[in-house]
């Protein structure tokens, strides 16, 4: 069995004094896709924010190929190679898709220009319109220039949180399939998502429900339990 | 407008006053620099603006004449000097003021940059020097006559061509800053969302600390180019009242979110200002204004502008 890259250890965290994590535990292997479902509130964006060191950890350990990443800033975390394409797609919309892009490399200029050519294989769209500034993209492409940002890094983990929200089913089926190669490129990735049309393209699946994980296993043993259907009927 | 031909004096209508609104507009320039700096990262009027090129001013003072305990240095390192307390305090109003209230509404921090106005003026007054007086220009720190040429009989200062140099190095450098280097880029995309920025690895509290020593330095040159006479002076707070009060109108005028805005913004004012101040005796019927008209002309055209363009001339949403 390929060792875990990324392990989460009873996990706390939350919003000023309201709890949202109760403790949440995984781990993801490397060079695998998880997929992480539930409903709002349910924590998922918590936990991604929480690996890459936007919130304060409260309780609990993050483990990044062995190394704990509690109390490290943004800036060592994304150094050590973990890089968040955050909920809302957070592009800078008053700078250029290139600047955008080049910010994505901010803490590793030495693998910019490699990283802008792979984007670009992954993106044609974005090479179209790297002078545009990132406020005038489409949805879509704005979507495509987050992750497109996050990969700027060369992350040995790409957290991506609700790729496919606002997105037409097409283009929905266009980003999972890019996830899909970028995972095969080596990259692991953890995908916070609402659409289960992400599942084909995953090796695990995780389910979360009011703070904690309820399901952890192969995608496809998901259906078969019905815990799906209990993350989002309750 | 009819202008009676016969009787308009281009010396007195239009060189005088072409002359000193853009001195003075290159002042209100160098000012709106750092206010709108600090606005597009920020997202805050900053009051305390003013204080910084006071600071500026009073410490290149001490050192130019040797008051006190301070040790005179010829008069570049007095400026230079100058210079760098306004950095100082611009990074130490970040580190204990800005940053520990920076998740707080914008306005919490606004009321802050009042209070570090405050609080330096005070400071100010507790030291001891002659606090009406002024720096040198810099033809007298040179010893050079004091103005470069004549135009129409009209003098043009060194100091009021200094200002306008300076003011155009600042504007285009700060312009080169924030197109090609990474801390101006940084600046800006915490500027846009600092989530965002923290998310790529910036460190958004350096950012904050270099934006901040920015401006305390444009600040800080403000200073010691305006603490000159005739009008300048190193009394405290010189720089929080009306100065700042026009600069904070030139840096609206020009658009908040616009660099090369505020240097438009400062000379446009400066030069209504002037212009308004002008004799208006060959005009029919304005030769019986108030004395302050200016600050009603430039009240009228800023709220023209503000009326037409929101964002002001070159500003935009950002």
């Known amino acids: ?43 998922k964006s918590t936990t991604v924010n929480t690996i890459a060191g936007l919130l304060k950890t409260w309780g609990g350990q993050v483990r990044f190929d062995g190394s704990p990443l509690t109390g490290l800033s943004t800036t060592e975390i994304v150094k050590r190679g973990i890089s968040l394409s955050p909920e809302g797609r957070r592009v800078f919309p008053q700078l250029s898709v290139r600047t955008n892009l080049e910010l994505g490399s901010w803490t590793r200029r030495s693998v910019q ?25 489409s949805g879509g492409e704005q979507q495509m220039l987050a992750i497109g940002r996050a990969l700027m890094s060369k992350p040995r983990l790409l957290l ?9 089913p097409k283009l929905t089926q266009t980003v999972f399939q890019v996830v899909d190669q970028i995972n095969d490129d080596g ?3 953890v995908i916070v998502e609402q659409n289960v049309g992400v599942l084909p393209y995953a ?8 703070g904690t994980i309820t399901f952890d296993g192969r995608g496809s043993d998901l259906h078969e339990t019905g815990d799906l259907r209990a993350a989002y009927l309750g | 407008m009819h202008v009676v031909a016969d009787t308009f004096s281009p010396q007195l209508h239009l060189v005088t006053p072409l002359i000193s609104g853009l001195a003075d507009g290159a002042a209100y320039g160098l000012f709106g620099l750092g206010l709108v700096l600090l606005y597009k990262s920020n997202r805050i009027f900053n009051f305390a603006q003013g204080e910084f090129a006071t600071v500026a001013a009073i410490v290149a003072f001490l050192f130019d004449r040797g008051v006190g305990w301070v040790p005179k240095v010829p008069y570049f390192i007095a400026i230079t000097f100058g210079v760098l307390a306004a950095v100082l305090v611009a990074m130490a109003t970040e580190r204990l003021v800005i940053r520990p209230l920076f998740h707080r509404p914008r306005v919490v921090l606004v009321v802050a940059t009042v209070g570090v106005a405050l609080f330096l003026v005070g400071v100010e007054g507790l030291l001891p020097y002659p606090q009406t007086a002024s720096l040198r220009t810099i033809s007298d720190a040179l010893g050079v006559r004091s103005y470069l040429t004549q135009v129409d009989g009209v003098v043009v200062l060194d100091q009021d061509v200094a200002k306008l140099i300076v003011l155009a190095v600042l504007a285009v450098l700060a312009f080169l800053f924030f197109r090609y280097t990474h801390t101006g880029t940084a600046i800006l995309a915490v500027s846009q969302d600092a989530t965002a920025a923290r998310v ?39 720089f929080t009242g009306l100065t700042l009060v026009v600069a904070f109108s030139a840096a609206v005028l020009g658009g908040m979110t616009s660099l090369p805005g505020a240097f438009v913004g400062g000379i446009l004012i400066g030069l209504i200002n002037a212009f308004a101040n002008a004799d208006h005796s060959f005009v029919p019927g304005l030769n019986s204004l108030p004395t302050s008209q200016a600050e009603v002309a430039v009240a009228l055209v800023l709220l023209l502008v503000l009326l037409v363009r929101p964002r002001g001339l070159l500003g935009r949403e950002a």
Do not use: C, H
């Open chain 2, 200 to 238: 790529v690895g910036i460190s958004v509290e350096r950012v904050s600390m270099a934006t901040w020593a920015i401006a305390g330095f444009l600040g800080g040159v403000a200073g010691v180019l305006l603490a000159v006479p005739p009008s300048g002076s190193v009394t405290p707070g010189a």
């Open chain 1, 1 to 43: 069995m390929t060792a875990a890259l990324l392990e989460v250890e009873d996990l706390r965290a939350g919003y000023g004094s309201v709890p949202v994590l109760q403790g949440v535990s995984f781990s993801v292997a490397e060079g695998e896709t998880a997929v992480m479902f539930g409903l709002n509130g349910a924590g």
């Open chain 1, 113 to 137: 220009k490699e990283q802008m050519a792979k984007v670009f294989s992954y993106f044609p769209r974005l090479e179209e319109r790297v002078d545009q500034l990132a406020g005038t993209l």
């Open chain 1, 187 to 189: 990259t692991t990735v």
């Open chain 1, 203 to 210: 090796d695990q699946a995780l389910v979360m429900q009011k």
């Open chain 1, 160 to 168: 991506i949180d609700e790729a496919s929200l606002g997105l037409s």
